[in-house]
């Protein structure tokens, strides 16, 4: 079984950065595919980013890249989400999310274990 926990929201002035980090208890982290999802009230889940464990490879969500940017510590177990230039259009709350597979899943019903996410708020 594996828990996820993030970390690092909070409230940020547009222009500013945060690096959010989720911490994985259970086994084999560094065998799971990690990816990072955001929920703004009355929307969707969506996809923000994801790691592969197969070969570290990246993906993100056409909008973000350039801004945001996944990483993985798997000593640490964590995986990280470091975003710069924020906009108030990124406020919500971020989940981390993991996966057995390899392949960079970019939809929420390709992860199985869930965080309980983090509150990202960036004021104009």
């Known amino acids: 079984q594996v828990q996820l926990v993030e970390s690092g929201g909070g409230l940020v002035q547009a222009g500013g950065s945060l690096r959010l980090s989720c911490a994985s208890s259970?086994?084999?982290?560094?065998?799971?595919?990690m990816g990072w999802f955001r929920q703004a009230p009355g929307k969707e889940r969506d996809f923000v980013a994801a790691?592969?464990?197969?070969?570290?490879?990246?993906r993100y969500a056409d909008s973000l890249k350039g801004r945001f940017t996944i990483s993985r510590d798997n000593a640490r177990n964590t995986v990280y989400l470091q975003m710069n230039s924020l906009k108030p259009e990124d406020t919500a709350v971020y989940y981390c999310?993991?996966?057995?597979?390899?392949?960079?899943?970019?939809?929420?019903?390709?992860?199985?274990?869930w965080g309980q996410g983090t509150q990202v708020t960036v004021s104009s």
């Open positions: 790691t592969s464990w197969f070969d570290d490879s990246t």
């Open positions: 999310a993991a996966r057995t597979g390899a392949a960079l899943g970019t939809t929420s019903t390709q992860y199985t274990y």
């Open positions: 259970g086994p084999s982290f560094s065998r799971y595919t």
